[in-house]
Each structure stands twice: as structure tokens, then as C-alpha cells.
């Protein structure tokens, strides 16, 4: 190859390189973002349709042909949910409390639980560890179905029935929120742990000042994922004092209310699927931070 | 033959011994691993091994439960069609929406990778959505409602594709596709997530490096660069997507229906709900939970085995 055709190919190559996107046609991009804006629209379609419907007064509820968009946009709803809610012998405060004292308790005991295992699993090498975390991967795939009847009898024999500890206890050990927090925590340098350890710290004091404070992305994964879970949770199987029920039950309750409730029962879904959504909105960087070490190594 | 037999206890007792003292030293590590190692126990391993316990047992809760052999498997097999239709229907939601909806997340993932910062962080949160909004896919049986009302029939009336609504969430033709198009809707989930963070974090450096190779278009590069270096999360993803398809029944039963006309919409969880909640045989259904369990895990053992294959 002469030196001059060899110059050329460099130049050519170093053009490559310099396009912001090589490999990438116009064209092909064009068709892929009509695709994803195409796929996006459907996907959010039914979100928007709760939203709407929820915002709806009661006559557009049942206009036909029925309009996707609110006309006269109202919070007439959720006002008229919160009189319904009134009006039940357990006060409306008392279902949310519930739903919030489990799922903050089950969350912050999730947590510290699980990033404890996590954190011996990940730094130190000990006889069992190994295989202890091949039995939590092998747990991921437990549906909670399978596990239900015996849950239920251990449950029972523990006398928690109709208590939150019902929900929250088990909640404690998802196998999902120990897998990503090891898996990130693996990240950490060793020689942070030891320098700490030659300044005389404590195994405690390596955990509680040094590890946890570098892992904060994890805790608001643990922290969606078991939010989510908890507050989705209608655990209608383990509790049913009425003054005991989670808000998504009683809200559901009122939601199977007919047809009088259609505007209510639209308020309540929306309620149910705004909170996870905006906790995952606020926390989204971090998530994706921690899911980046997800992966399963075999 | 003997001296190799004795060596290889001598070896075993060794290690053995070693693992004893390492396990001395280690006090801290399980007292931290404990409070978490009890819990999972006591409600997931201990469940495991009672079910698989229950299921050679008649049990209904107020009697002690009574060993009855096999009786329980061989009922559902060979007796139990509707089982079978569970079977079927499981077998048949999660062939489909298992593999689909696994490659739309990662499809998605991958095409959303490639765009601006700002919306792609709309995008994740658009995509990700349905799957963590609760119970809000009870918007469907609004769209697919029996009568001219349903938006689907609305629209296929005046377009003049049908002349009479369709009962779509109670004529067993159309049931299970409509409840594969809703699982699809909510299959971006915890896989997404993870496919879209391994591809943030794959070195820039490996593309030029591939540029620099020869490779011509996004597809060599999605097989020869990408794909290999997505395998962790590939397996990871590929776990969540066969517990989440195997383990349908919220979406049958609150779309069709409980029970669904024909059990078209049967799936195994929700027989197992039937007979462990309505009926109380707790046998029973701890066979079929066991069942399922079996399933799921040889499930992901032959896909693990596939996936070590890509890029290779």
C-alpha cells in the first residue's frame, strides 16, 4: 500500500471516529424515533385515560361517544371520594396510617436487614456465604404464589394474623433488595474498608460510616422496589379487622361501589398509581446507578 | 484404589477443618448475615420444603394433614382437566408474552440508549410505568367492555369492520390474546431497568475499537459488542421475565373474571388460588405450587444455558 493511500484511510477512519454516531444512518434513526415516539404513545395511553377519567365530571363519564380528554376538568372526584371515605366507620386517616406505618416500617427494616447480609456477602469471603447467595439468587424466581399457603400457615402459627407484622415481617426478607445491594455494594473498594479497620473501627462503625454512606444509590432501589410492593399490597389474606385494612383495599372497596362510583373508583386508581410513579421519578438516576451492577455472573 | 480413597478423605477432613476454623474467624460476618439469613428461612425456604412436604399430604387446615402418597400428582394429571387448561393457558401466556415482552425490553432499552439525555429520561419513565402503577390495567376492561360503549367495538362498529360488538373479556376466543397485549403492556419492568443501565455502562472505548475492526452497521455492533457485554443483565433479566410470565393470575382474573367463562382463562396460579383459598385442600394446591416451582426452575436453567451462547 502506498503512504499516500495509507493517509487517506487514516483520515477516513479519524472522520469515523469524529461523527458523533458512527454506524448510524439518518434515515434509520428517523425510523427508529417515530417507533419509539409511536410505542411511547400507546404505552402511556391508558395512563393518561385513568388520569382523564378521574378528572372527568360525571356526565362526560358516561357521554358517548366517550371523549379520551377531560372537557371540563374537575377534582370533583376526589372530593366526593374523600366525603365516601368520610363516611365509613373507620376514618379515612386511619387507612392511610396503615398503609403508611407498613410500608415505611417494612421499608426501613428491609433496608438495614438486607444491606447487613449484603454487605458480609460482598466484602468477606466465609464458608457458606457462597452458597447462601446462590440460594437468595434461586429465590428470585419464587413468584410469591408458590410460597403462599405455606407463608400463610407459618404466619398463623406465629399468631401475626390480622397484625401488620403479617406484611411487613416477611417483606423484610425479599430476596431482590439483598441481590442488588450486593451486587452494588461488590463495587466498593476493599481498601476503604481497611483503612478504616487500621484507624481502629469497629465492624458496626465500617457499616454504618463508611459502607452505607457510598451506597445511597442501592437504598432508593431497595427503597422503590419495596415501596412498590407494600403499598400495592392489599394483603387481603392475612388481615381483616377493618380498622386494620391497607388504603388500597378500602379504596378498592369503594371502587367495586357500581356504577355510582365510576368517577370515585377512576380517583381511586389514580391515587393507587401515582405514588410509585413519582417516587420513581425522583429517584430515577440513582436507580439506574444501581441497577448498572444487577447483572447475574454465572 | 484404597490410598486414593483415604487421601481423598484425608482432604475432605482437611478442608473440612479449615472451613471450621475460617468459619471461627468469621463470627462478625454471620452475625450480620443472621437477622436476614433467619427471616429468609423462615419464609422462603421453610415454605419451599413444607410445600413440597404438603403435597404428598390431604390436608384442609382443620385436620392434620394425612400422608397420601402420590395421590395428589396423579389426580392432577390424569383427572383434573381443568389442570390441564391451566396448564395450557400458562404454558401458552408464557411461551408468548415471555419471550416478547424480555426482547421489547431490551430492544427498547437498547433504541432508547441512543437519544438525548432529557428525553431519555422521560422515555424510562414512560416505559417503565405501567408495570409499577398497581392495578390500573382494570383500564382495559373499559377499552375491551362487551357492549357498543367499549372503545374497541365503538371503533370497529363505525369503521364497519363488525356489525355487533364483540364480547371480548367473556367469549374464551378472545380472552387470553387480550390479556397477552395487557401483560406485554406491563412487561418493562425490573429487566428494563437493568438492560438500561448495563448499557449506559459499556466502555465507549470497545465501540471505536469496533469501528476501527470493521464493523459496519448497529446490528454487527449490537451482536459483536454489545450483546456480549450485556450477558449479566441478559441472565438477570431473563430471571425476572420468567417468574413474571409463569406466574400470571392477577390480570386473568381481574379481566375475565373468576372463574373465567370456559376456565379459558384459567392459569395454574389461579388453580392454585381456587383450591388453596376457596376450596381449602391445601394439598392439593401445594402440588401444584411445587409443580410450578419444578417448572420455573428448569425453565431458567435451559435459558441460562442459551443465553451463555450469545454473542459467541
Redesign the interface.
Known sequence: MSKKKKNAEVKN?IK??KKR????SRI?DFF??L??FL??VA??F??V??VNSALKPLDELFM???KIFAQNPTLDNFSDLFVTMGKSWVTFSRYIFNTVFITFVGTVGHLI??S??A???AK?D????KM?FN?????????????????Y??INALGWIDTYWAII??S??A??G?FLMKQFMEGLPMSLIEAAKIDGAS?WTV?MRIVMPNVKPAWLTLII?QV?GL??NRAS?FIYSEEKKTL?YAL?QVQSGGIARTGQAAAV?VI??IV??II??LS??Q??????S????? | MKEYIKKYFILRRHNFEVNVKKAKRSKMCYLFLAPYAILFTMFYIVPVVSSIFLSFTYYNILESPTFVGLQNYISLILEDDIFLTGVKNTFMIAVITGPLGYIMSFLFAWLINEIPRWIRTIAIVVFYAPSIAGNVFVIFSIFFRGDAYGYVNAFLMSWGITDAPILWLTNPTYMLPICMIVILWMSLGTGFLSFVAGLQGIDKSQYEAGYMDGIKNRWQELWFITLPNMKPMLMFGAVMAITQSFGVCDVTMQLCGYPSTDYAARTVVTHLFDYGYSRFEMGYASAIATLLFLIMILCNKAIQSLLRRVGT
Open positions: 477512519k469515523i471516529l454516531q458512527p454506524n448510524r434509520g427508529v424515533y417507533f419509539l410505542v411511547a404505552m402511556v391508558p395512563l385515560y385513568a358517548f361517544p366517550p436487614i438486607a447487613m447480609g454487605f458480609v456477602l468477606y466465609f464458608p457458606g456465604g447462601f440460594l437468595v439468587t434461586v429465590a428470585l424466581m419464587f413468584s410469591g404464589y408458590v410460597t403462599a399457603i405455606p407463608n400457615l407459618i415481617i416477611p423484610f426478607a430476596p431482590i439483598l465492624e457499616f422496589f412498590q403499598w400495592n389474606t388500597v378498592q386508581t393507587v398509581m410509585p410513579i420513581f421519578i430515577e438516576s436507580i439506574l446507578e444501581t441497577m448498572a444487577s447483572g447475574l455472573k454465572d
